[in-house]
């Protein structure tokens, strides 16, 4: 369902974006974050905490945003 809604939703209103909230979404992967990144050029504010990505998530990801990042098994 998570794929599907990076496919359709955020390929028509990526551009519009500029806050992302997936905060404890445990089966999100790092993968499917960074095509939300990617579709979202213009997030200004990115809330990951308490979910199991990692850095390549950000990797090649070309804009600076303040983000809360957190690791649930700390």
Same mark, same amino acid.
């Given at each position: $369902?998570?794929?599907?809604?990076?496919?359709?939703?955020? #390929?028509?209103? +990526?551009? %519009?974006?500029? /806050?992302?909230?997936?905060? %404890? +979404?445990?089966?999100? &992967? !790092?993968? $499917?974050? *960074? &095509? #939300?990144?990617? @579709?979202?050029?213009?997030?200004? *504010?990115?809330?990951? !905490?308490?979910?199991?990505?990692?850095?390549?998530?950000? /990797? +090649?990801?070309?804009? !600076? @945003?303040?983000? !809360?990042? +957190?690791?649930? *098994? *700390?």
């Amino acid at each position: $369902m998570l794929r599907r809604f990076i496919l359709h939703a955020l #390929m028509r209103i +990526g551009d %519009g974006v500029q /806050k992302l909230v997936v905060a %404890g +979404g445990l089966n999100l &992967s !790092s993968a $499917m974050l *960074h &095509s #939300m990144l990617i @579709l979202c050029p213009n997030i200004q *504010h990115l809330d990951a !905490s308490y979910t199991y990505i990692n850095d390549l998530a950000f /990797k +090649g990801y070309p804009y !600076s @945003l303040a983000f !809360s990042y +957190g690791n649930p *098994h *700390h």
